[in-house]
């Protein structure tokens, strides 16, 4: 059986650590958490046309950050496109969802826990809350930035004039047949709708 290794198959093993409770689980939610961010930002970096294939295969997340930054400037907006087809009305919404500064700061932090630490750190007063704490926090974050549609923004090829989307949806999703008729040549009006967080993220689990 071949391990699942996109970024929606770490954040469910790193919840699933976590809802362990101990500490030793702690440890193996911080790398599900660390290899779910890489994997959903090497997501988006990968779907964007003209950079190296050297930037395509980087790991580390201040790298993989900056190609994002320099290809969208978006920082840590939330963007939802909305899609209206002239031909009969038909419209839909797909979103791109940000892996936030403080996400990738988080797993900068976690450089510390990554590596066999001496028993005198192990055993400072809150070292080990001070992860449960980070994990926490990263968790919201995560589950945010891989349940957007959009791996990449959607684009216009200034030769052809046809909008490229770069899109996952699941199985039996109806807007697949939209998406279907965009790859066909229709051109739907597009709107884009932005959200900024102004603080931090408050996050209410169903």
Known sequence: MNLAVTSHAHLERMKCRMDEGTEEALFYAALELRCG???????????????????????????????LANAYRTGDKVMIFVFIFPEDGSEMQLSYMPVMARLQKIVEQLGDYMHAAKPARAAEAGWIDNLRDLLNEAYPLLLLATSGELVGLPLVNEETGKLKVNAVLKLGDPRASLLTRMMEGARPTVSVIHIEPTGPITFYEN
Do not use: N, T
Request: glycine letters at 6%; hydrophobic letters at 35%; a neutral charge.
């Open 37 to 67: 961010v890489e994997a959903r930002m090497r997501e988006y970096v990968e779907a964007i046309d003209g950079i190296p294939e050297s930037e395509k295969k980087q790991w580390h997340v201040a790298k993989l950050g900056r190609s």
